[in-house]
């Protein structure tokens, strides 16, 4: 990355949409290959990559080489923003200003996902990355426990997601719970945003797949989205109010 | 304080410089805890027969409107950032900060008061002390308790520094006491603005202790009177000190426990801000010879050891080769553990403590101002430092260095405008650390290469 790499996003069931697939859902498709939800592959998606995320925390040849850990890990924003926005105040991980948090996009999905299916693992999987986080204030051993049960807990969740069968109202449901993380008072931070984005426009993708939207509605929904899309253009000027503003857009356009 | 001593000096010198070094940190010492004397606030001092006077009197040995120019706020361009500290407490980043500590408030928060205002315990508080006069007269020159009556009584300022009143005329000794605040005392965390400040929005600390005496503003004049009294002033010589000596802070901030990393999170303030803070997208590493480090690494704020490197390639060779291996074994460190930086930083220090005694008997030439402008600018040239912190302590000692030679008279009033010129543009590039780019500073220092008198 400090050589140049650009910045990694990844969310799969957008990355999969916008390659552009070379592939349509039709009815040919799930003769031969199944029925496509795209809320259940974000939501998939979302666990393994979760799953991976702390299989590099555990990975040998992540260990910290000196006094920095490998910095790829954690968060980009958290370091990469400008210090004269005030922008780090406010943090929800429980660590103090000034800490650099690993990447937690992906969690903070797969809770609001888990609350929806499974509240208990949703709350033991919020404990538990909490406790990641401290955990680098104490020493990688800490961080290697903390991570190992972090990707037990997530590889638990993946087998109940993967077969799960998401209903409109479960995407009501997913949609509701993403905007209120976003409408909180806290703010979403740049990583946060973007998962958030792309998670709503897979779940509107659902949607629209469903038949369940009408002409007007989608057409409304998709301009919201686009306002969302363009909130968080770039992350060097990314500010969490604009953001905010274009949720509630969004918001408004979901049908009750 | 004074720390270990290279073997390398002559027995001679090793004296000498322990002298000196203990003599001053015992002054500074006395002086900055100031036992227990009354700081009798700043009313103690704006009398207008006094130093808040509009006119000195006649045969006045000072200007006598010091008081003035640090209180007033009619000039907005010119404000006293000292007189400014406290009420910038209560102001909303002031409170966003607090909030974010935790804090009820940033006015009665130790932590902030401690350098944001003339501090010292109630006890230690005159009739008329006020805590909202901010970093007033006493925080600087001393408890008044101790010499404003012999200070009244015209014995003269010999006299006065025998009585307690701090040696702020000695670069070595302002140095010590702007630091204080101005980097902090890393082994008291009421006293070092950590990273855990930083990111509760405290906002980031440039230090030069030349540019930063002019720019307070100066409420005094270096003229005949003052060179009688205070002896010469060499703004190279007081730009030079106060790079050693914020290294040497640098390294004691290196070296205290309380820094050392707390699981995987070191004291990221020690770092250099824009090694992380800077937009993704730039593609902006380069190789750089003064730190031998790899695209990605997180490097120390080295900008002072880079400019200090230049002060030693002039005045003491043997030991800027000293202080390159030091740097780059340091700078390698951060890549092993904390033990090896620690080893490092060590001898990092030494080769300050050495310098600063340097430093501070050397008498800064024409030639060796017009060197260690060329010096600054070749490190710019070539690539070297021209990441923010560098540009930002290139520009303020080119600054000091321009002042040097306006007040050697090395300058023609042609040469001092064209260079004042040049100096502004400098100042533009580095105006906002989130705007910056080395193209444009390098180009400035450039414009401002040419105005160096030949």
């Excluded at chain 2, 007269?137 to 009556?149: D, N, P, Y």
Aim: glycine share 8%.
């Amino acid at each position: 990355m400090g050589a140049g790499h650009p910045r990694m996003g990844f969310e799969l069931d957008t990355y999969t949409a916008v390659e552009p697939k070379h592939f349509v859902v039709d009815q040919r498709y799930i003769e031969r290959k199944g029925p496509v939800n795209d809320v259940r592959v974000w939501a998939v998606g979302q666990a393994i990559d979760l799953t991976k995320r702390m299989g590099a925390l555990l990975e040998p040849k992540r260990a910290p080489k000196g006094v920095f850990p490998e910095l790829v890990l954690f968060d980009c924003q958290s370091c990469h923003h400008p210090y004269n926005s005030l922008s780090g105040e406010g943090y929800t991980t429980g660590l103090v200003p000034g800490s650099v948090k690993l990447y937690d996009a992906n969690v903070i999905m797969l809770r609001v996902i888990a609350a929806r299916l499974a509240p208990a693992a949703a709350r033991a999987l919020s404990s538990q990355m909490l406790a990641l986080q401290r955990a680098s204030n104490e020493s990688w051993a800490a961080v290697q426990t903390a991570a190992y049960e972090v990707r037990r807990q997530a590889n638990a969740l993946l087998s109940t997601l993967s077969s799960h069968d998401f209903t409109r109202d479960d995407m009501k449901a997913l949609a509701d719970g993403i905007i209120a993380l976003g409408l909180n008072g806290e703010g979403m931070h740049y990583s946060e945003a973007e998962q958030a984005t792309m998670a709503l426009a897979s779940i509107l993708s659902a949607v629209k797949s469903s038949g369940d939207l009408s002409g007007d509605q989608l057409t409304a929904m998709t301009k919201a989205m686009n306002g969302l899309y363009g909130s968080f253009a770039a992350d060097e000027t990314y500010r969490h109010d604009p953001f905010v503003k274009a949720l509630r857009e969004f918001r408004r356009t979901v049908p009750r | 304080m004074s720390g270990e001593v290279s073997a390398r000096l002559p027995e001679v010198l090793v004296a000498a410089f322990l002298t000196l070094m203990l003599a001053v940190a015992a002054r500074a010492d006395s002086q900055t805890q100031d036992s227990d004397s009354k700081h009798l606030g700043v009313k103690s001092c704006s009398g207008d027969n006094c130093h808040g006077a509009i006119k000195a009197a006649e045969h006045s040995a000072v200007q006598q409107n010091e008081y003035l120019i640090w209180s007033q706020e009619t000039d907005k361009h010119k404000l006293d950032k000292h007189h400014r500290a406290y009420a910038v407490l209560g102001g909303e980043r002031g409170i966003r900060i607090a909030r974010n500590l935790g804090l009820p408030d940033a006015v009665t928060a130790e932590i902030c008061l401690n350098c944001h205002a003339d501090n010292v315990p109630e006890a230690r508080r005159g009739p008329r002390f006020e805590i909202s006069d901010g970093v007033g007269c006493e925080a600087c020159h001393g408890a008044a308790e101790k010499w404003l009556g012999v200070h009244l009584s015209g014995a003269g300022h010999k006299a006065n520094l025998d009585a307690g009143l701090y040696p702020t005329e000695n670069p070595v000794a302002r140095a010590e006491k702007c630091l204080s605040c101005h980097f902090g005392d890393p082994t008291d965390e009421k006293r070092f603005v950590n990273h855990r400040l930083m990111g509760a929005g405290h906002p980031r600390m440039g230090f030069e202790l030349d540019t930063y005496t002019a720019a307070e503003p100066a409420h005094y004049t270096v003229n005949q009177k003052y060179v009688e009294r205070k002896g010469p002033v060499n703004d190279v010589q007081v730009w030079a000190v106060g790079q050693a000596i914020t290294l040497v802070r640098r390294m004691d901030a290196l070296l205290e426990p309380k820094n050392a990393p707390k699981g995987l999170q070191p004291e990221l303030v020690l770092f250099d801000c824009e090694a992380c803070h800077h937009a993704v997208n730039q593609i902006r590493w380069r190789p750089r010879k003064s730190t031998g480090l790899g695209p990605g690494s997180v490097k120390l704020n080295d900008a002072n050891a880079v400019m200090l490197r230049v002060v030693a390639n002039r005045v003491a060779p043997t030991a800027a080769k000293i202080l390159q291996e030091h740097m780059l074994a340091l700078h390698h460190a951060t890549t092993e553990n904390w033990a090896a930086v620690v080893h490092e930083a060590t001898q990092m220090r030494r080769a300050a403590m050495e310098l600063v005694h340097s430093l501070s008997s050397h008498d800064f030439t024409r030639d060796d101002m017009k060197a260690l402008a060329e010096g600054i600018v070749a490190i710019g040239v070539s690539g070297d430092d021209t990441d923010y912190s560098g540009a930002e302590q290139a520009t303020m000692a080119l600054g000091s260095i321009a002042s040097a030679m306006r007040m050697s008279g090395y300058l023609s009033t042609e040469q001092t405008k064209v260079m004042n010129e040049a100096l502004t543009e400098l100042d533009k590039s580095i105006t906002d650390n989130a705007t910056y780019q080395p193209a444009t500073f390098v180009k400035a220092l450039k414009d401002f290469q040419k105005t160096i008198p030949q």
